[in-house]
């Protein structure tokens, strides 16, 4: 990292100025003093050392194909565990992942929620390159809040989870597609559809009792793959979770979990975003603190440093205006967030 110890600086430092004292005029004296602080010192600039200079191509985002994956999961209707529309978009995720050229996992498994219900669960599982060591894991969970606990009105209707859910995998899926019709990036993909992540207490209901093993009655997937890998030993070098990617002004600020367990991750991704003319949405400024979202468990479980690109707005401090609500539609969808997203993903990965 080119960083001189502090003492020896100074035992340095002060040799210079024996030297100055004997050779003011000195070219040597002012090649060595340029040499000391270019060395050490400030370490400012130490975040984004690992963000290129200038970043190599990456295939282009086509912005309208993002946008009708988001519209094909609000079509099946919500994503609720235990329901129709939540097996058949189970289903079509495989099917479209394989038809990228993914080898795909299902996992399944059973949890229960909150009030009691058995659910049935899926996280979804597609890699690209597995002959790659170095591997990239990208994740977003499918589910969809079962009630608009947040609405004015029915606090217990589904909503259709355009953006809470359906706008990270829509990502996802056209990172699967630019990777099936390009040269492939030097590291292997992992992307993981997390299940049950949004079926948490009701928030009129307020907190219930947890029974042992279990964190939180949110990111139910996140936390079942952390202790249950899909492969044995398996681990990347970093992880990448989006959460509500998909509406109009959106602003991705550092939260606190990423700051602290993936910040060079952190900075890497919002250093390339703003090389790539995003920088007022990827603002590099603090925003949630202690939040609760699935990269908790896959850096506190799986060991896996993971960032979360999650929209946060600061007039309010909280989310999107949408979230938890009926209002959580396709007409709170904007393509030119999905595209910016999704371009700052490939960026990424094809820089690595």
């Keep these: 990292m080119n960083v001189i110890p502090i003492l020896w600086k100074k035992a340095l430092i002060f040799r210079l100025e024996l030297y100055l004292m004997r050779f003011k005029n000195s070219l040597v004296f002012l090649t060595l003093v340029t040499l000391v602080f270019s060395c050490g010192g400030n370490d400012s600039s130490k975040g984004n050392s690992n963000v290129p200079a200038a970043l190599k191509p990456a295939p282009t985002v086509n912005a309208d194909s993002v946008y009708t994956f988001v519209q094909k999961q609000v079509d099946f ?3 609720v565990p235990n329901t129709q529309a939540h097996r058949e978009a189970s289903k079509w995720f495989k099917e ?4 990228y050229g993914a080898s795909v996992i299902m996992q399944n498994f059973t949890e229960y929620i909150y009030d009691g219900t058995k659910a049935e669960l899926t996280n979804v599982i597609a890699s690209f ?3 790659k060591k170095k591997r990239i894991l990208l994740a977003a969970h499918w589910d969809t809040r079962p009630f608009a606990d947040r609405d004015a009105d029915d ?3 589904a909503i ?3 953006n809470d859910g359906g706008s990270g995998v829509g990502v996802l899926l056209e990172v699967a597609r630019l990777l099936s019709e390009n040269q492939a990036p030097n590291v292997g993909v992992d992307i993981i559809l997390f299940d049950g992540e949004d079926w948490g207490e009701h928030f009129q209901e307020g907190s219930k009792p947890l029974p042992d093993g279990k964190d939180v009655w949110w990111c139910l997937g996140s936390q079942y793959w952390s202790k249950n890998k899909h492969k044995s030993g398996y681990t990347a070098y970093y992880g990448i979770l989006l959460d509500m990617v998909g509406a109009p002004n959106a602003t991705f600020l550092y939260d606190s979990v ?3 367990n993936a910040g060079r991750t952190l900075d890497k991704v919002w250093g390339i975003a703003g090389q790539l003319g995003y920088g007022t949405m990827f603002k590099k400024q603090n925003g949630f603190e ?4 699935d990269h908790v468990y896959v850096n506190n479980i799986a060991r896996i440093p993971m960032i979360d690109i999650i929209d946060y707005r600061e007039n309010t401090g909280s989310f999107t205006p949408a979230w938890h609500t009926a209002d959580d539609n396709m007409e709170n969808i904007s393509k030119e967030t999905l595209s910016a997203v999704t371009s700052v993903l490939m960026s ?3 820089n690595e």
């Design 77 to 79: 209707g919500p994503r």
């Design 160 to 162: 259709d989870g355009a």
């Design 348 to 350: 990424v990965l094809y």
């Design 129 to 131: 390159n597995p002959e």
């Design 290 to 293: 202690g939040i609760i979202d």
């Design 258 to 260: 990423s700051r602290e």
């Design 155 to 157: 606090t217990y209707a």
């Design 96 to 99: 479209k992942f394989e038809s």
